[in-house]
């Protein structure tokens, strides 16, 4: 089974990803990690050089060659942003809801993400909010601490294995 984290940058994807897979024995991919090592240049270099246009197909690419098995996926912030990778992300759909005032919190000691340099945190969440919730199967709050947030996806994950 595949496991997708996806929310705003700064949500906490990538964090609650390799934690989780841990727990629960899964291997962690990191999508923006697969596009920089296959691009063989950073994000931010592939935003500058190419344009976001470019950046999605590359987004949307790494998710069809992610490998079979079970995964833990913590995605770009963005991939709500193509239409098409909903259904090409095969699997369960999280989407880590995060307040703003944590989110900013959160990057003021990260690295500046390419698209913030152009809006704001404010107007990206505005643009996103509704796509996050379209290609969630389930809304996780993440203004806590991770081993909390961990906890619910676990439970939920249990709950529908059951059921």
Do not use: W
Not at 112 to 118: S, Y
Not at 135 to 140: E, G, K, N, S
Request: hydrophobic share 35%; aromatic share 10%; net charge negative.
């Amino acid at each position: 089974m595949k496991i997708f984290l996806i929310g705003m940058p700064g949500s906490g994807k990538t964090t609650i990803a390799s934690k989780l897979a841990k727990h629960i024995g899964y291997t962690y991919v990191d999508l923006d990690g697969m596009i920089e090592r296959d691009a063989h240049m950073f994000i931010e270099e592939i935003f500058e050089r190419y344009g976001e246009k470019k950046f999605r197909q590359l987004e949307t690419e790494a998710i069809l060659q992610l490998p079979e098995g079970n995964l833990v996926v913590a995605c770009g912030g963005g991939v709500v942003t193509v239409k098409e990778n909903k259904d090409l992300m095969d699997g369960i759909k999280f989407y880590l809801d995060t307040d703003i005032e944590v989110i900013r919190k959160r990057l003021e000691s990260d690295y500046q993400r390419p698209l913030l340099k152009q809006t704001t945190l404010e107007q990206l969440f505005d643009e996103r909010y509704f796509k996050y919730q379209d290609f969630a199967d389930a809304v996780i709050s993440n203004n806590y601490d991770v081993e909390t947030t961990v906890k619910v996806i676990e439970n939920y994950l249990k709950h529908e294995v059951n059921s």
